[in-house]
């Protein structure tokens, strides 16, 4: 299929919106469910969710291609999957000692810095001057917000920090690994094989470090829609994504879904941030408007220049496996 930069970036930002409703959602739980139940299982319900839109895909005569048509990349697969395990694991214990909007804004402001990261070294893709400045501006908003968080600023535990961060590199991580599988897999084929896999992963962890399940009634709805919304649905649109945008820039415009969690904190939460914070909400919004205007621009220059399609160079800028 042809890529389309700008398909690539609203796909991006509806995901984004979905996200940044999943601390929020955790928040009016009972909060009896542990983080790690909670992700482990919002996990697990996204894995259903995937099964289901495939066994329907088939049913239609409308399924993806699969391993069956193309060699499994085991290797591959099993990051991605370690990586989302990683990932719901240490987002939602993070989110519950940083707090809603400070955790949040850390787990996903530290996202970019690591898929730059990851992908200068590990692909040797260094990413556009452009890109880097608007991830500055992203990150730095995500750093204001943090450090004046008003009255949640004050219980945040160093534990929740590094956890978040923590967060942030395993979601880095598993966009770079998802960009690699859908090189060979659709989309669906590549979301439900991988949270399979996490939920695999995380169903065990968190039995281990939080013993038997007690679900009650609020904490199953709470899961429920982050299983289905917050991960089955924005995962799948973020996977189609990856297919038009580079992963550098797809992490970076996730930075609004600490946007719609600081939003819905205020809001919802009753957190009250100071203005200092919203001067750093106006930062990520910009950091985020820089580097759509950095995958747009640089797809129109090299499409130019190449005589190529000008969606098709966008994919090359930054993508670490040039798909």
């Not at 013993?211 to 709805?221: I, K, P, V, Y």
């Not at 820039?249 to 719609?260: H, I, N, Q, Y």
Request: aromatic share 8%; hydrophobic share 55%.
């Amino acid at each position: 299929m042809n890529s389309d930069p700008k398909t690539g970036v609203v796909l991006v930002l509806t995901a984004a919106t979905l996200w940044g409703t999943t601390g929020t959602a955790q928040s009016l739980a009972t909060g009896a469910l542990s983080p790690l139940w909670f992700g482990a299982l919002r996990l697990l319900v996204a894995a259903a969710f995937f099964a289901c839109c495939f066994a329907a895909q088939r049913g239609r005569g409308l399924a993806p291609a699969t391993a069956r048509s193309v060699p499994l990349p085991l290797p591959a697969l099993l990051g991605a999957g370690l990586s989302m395990a990683a990932y719901n694991l240490t987002f939602f214990a993070g989110v519950r000692g940083a707090g809603v909007a400070v955790g949040t804004a850390i787990a996903l402001g530290s996202g970019p810095v690591w898929a730059g990261v990851l992908q200068s070294l590990l692909a040797r893709q260094v990413p556009a001057a452009g890109w880097w400045l608007g991830t500055a501006l992203a990150v730095g908003g995500g750093v204001l917000m943090t450090l004046a968080g008003g009255g949640t600023a004050g219980g945040v535990a160093l534990g929740g920090v590094v956890l978040c961060l923590l967060s942030g590199l395993s979601y880095a991580a598993y966009t770079l690994l998802s960009q690699r599988l859908l090189r060979s897999l659709a989309p669906s084929a590549v979301t439900l094989q991988a949270f399979v896999v996490a939920a695999a992963l995380a169903v065990p962890a968190a039995w281990w470090e939080s013993g038997a399940l007690a679900l009650r009634w609020a904490d199953g709805l709470a899961v429920l829609y982050v299983g289905v919304v917050t991960a089955g649905i924005a995962y799948l649109l973020f996977s189609h994504a990856l297919r038009h945008v580079s992963a550098a820039s797809a992490v970076t415009l996730t930075l609004g879904e600490p946007v719609v969690a600081f939003m819905l904190a205020v809001a919802v939460v009753g957190e009250r941030p100071s203005a200092w914070a919203f001067l750093g909400l106006l930062l990520v919004v910009a950091g985020v408007l820089a580097v759509v205007r950095n995958e747009l621009a640089g797809a129109a220059k090299q499409g130019h220049a190449s005589g190529a399609p000008a969606d098709a160079a966008s994919s090359r800028q930054l993508s670490p496996s040039g798909s």
